[in-house]
Each structure stands twice: as C-alpha cells, then as structure tokens.
C-alpha cells in the first residue's frame, strides 16, 4: 500500500510538468501576440502601408480579370464576325447565281414570246415548244 500513493505523486508530477510546458509554450505565444498588438498601436503608417498594398493588390486581380473578360470578348466577336463573313460571302455567291439564272428565265421568255409572235404571224416556230430545256 505504501507504494500506491508514489505512483500517484509521479501521475501527477507527470501531469503538471505537461501542464506547466503547455503554459510556458502558451505564454511565449502571448507574448508575441502582444508585441505584434504593440506594433500595429504604434506603427499606425504599417498598418496604412499594408491596407494600401491589400488594396492594390485587389485592384491588380480586378483589373486582370476584367483584361480576361475583355479578351474573351474579343475572341467571341472576332469568331462571330468571321462567320458572319462566311455567310455573307455565301449569301453573295448565292444572289449572283440567282441573279444569272434570272437573266437566262429572261431570254428563254422573251424567245418564247418571239417565237409564239412568229407562230401567230407566220404560222410556224423555229422549234417545237415542247423540245425546249431551261437552262439551270
């Protein structure tokens, strides 16, 4: 029984002495905590200096995202009015060959139209109507 309350004495030794390191490590944290406190109290120009370079820095990534924005911008448009180039040039490709069909309607009409003025007048065609190709 008299050896009970030895091992209790080193339990507790053992308990305070981790105690006691935690308090000291504690304590030098504190310590240095209230000397970066002290600093900013009396350092009021390094705490203007960082708030000023916190902001510049927020306005540098401010402006590097609106640059990328712009940029992306950029591309889009330039891809969309290449493609509205592709179309136009289409589309004009598209009327000139409407255009020249047209014309040709026109003279194949108008040969018709003669060639029916001579059938009356006359009496004959220099070709039968139903030979008659259209030219695509």
Same mark, same amino acid.
């Given at each position: 029984?008299?050896?009970?309350p030895?091992?209790?004495?080193?339990?507790?030794?053992?308990?305070?002495?981790?105690n !006691?390191? %935690?308090?000291?490590? +504690?304590?030098?944290? #504190?310590?240095? &905590?209230?000397?970066? $406190?002290?600093?900013?109290?009396?350092?009021?120009?390094?705490?203007?200096?960082?708030?000023?370079?916190?902001?510049?820095?927020?306005?540098?990534?401010?402006?590097?995202?609106?640059?990328?924005?712009?940029?992306?911008?950029?591309?889009?448009? !330039?891809? %969309?009015?290449?493609? +509205?180039?592709?179309? #136009?040039?289409? &589309?004009?490709?598209? $009327?000139?060959?409407?255009?020249?069909?047209?014309?040709?309607q026109?003279?194949?009409?108008?040969?018709?139209?003669?060639?029916?003025?001579?059938?009356?007048?006359?009496?004959?065609?220099?070709?039968?109507?139903?030979?008659?190709?259209?030219?695509?």
């Amino acid at each position: 029984m008299f050896g009970f309350p030895k091992i209790h004495e080193q339990g507790v030794l053992v308990h305070l002495k981790k105690n !006691i390191t %935690a308090l000291r490590s +504690e304590r030098t944290a #504190l310590t240095s &905590l209230r000397a970066t $406190l002290c600093k900013f109290k009396f350092n009021k120009g390094s705490c203007k200096e960082r708030l000023f370079y916190g902001v510049t820095f927020a306005t540098v990534q401010l402006n590097y995202a609106a640059d990328c924005a712009l940029e992306e911008s950029k591309r889009t448009l !330039i891809a %969309a009015s290449t493609e +509205e180039q592709a179309r #136009l040039k289409k &589309l004009d490709e598209e $009327l000139r060959n409407l255009g020249g069909r047209q014309t040709n309607q026109i003279r194949v009409a108008d040969e018709v139209l003669r060639a029916k003025v001579c059938y009356c007048t006359f009496g004959w065609l220099p070709f039968p109507l139903f030979e008659l190709v259209v030219p695509q």
